[in-house]
């Protein structure tokens, strides 16, 4: 019988280099993974700065309703957060 499987003369060298290689890709990948969450963090600082500047924009515009509103969103956290008493 022809035995395709090849015995290599140093199984620790082997196990070593696969050990080497596998540390090598997930080295590569967490770099990857780095990478692609610093390029997130940019854009959602973008996004941040773009939905701020929108909304200083319409209290300038329109200063009266943005009282209200503001006034409004207030008494519904209060009312939300404040203690209840039975």
């Given amino acids: 019988m022809d035995h395709n499987i090849s015995k290599s003369d140093n199984p620790a060298k082997d196990l070593r280099a696969g ?3 596998t540390v090598d ?4 990948n967490i770099s990857s993974l780095g990478d692609q969450m610093g390029a997130r963090g940019d854009q959602l600082s973008a996004a941040y700065k ?3 500047e929108s909304g200083r924009n319409y209290v ?3 200063p009266g309703t ?3 509103v503001a006034l409004a969103a207030g008494y519904a ?3 939300l ?3 209840r008493k039975h």
């Fill in 19 to 21: 050990l080497h290689s």
């Fill in 25 to 28: 890709k997930v080295a590569d």
């Fill in 50 to 52: 773009r939905f701020a």
């Fill in 60 to 62: 300038r515009k329109s």
């Fill in 66 to 68: 943005s009282l209200l």
């Fill in 77 to 79: 956290v209060s009312k």
């Fill in 81 to 83: 957060l404040g203690s």
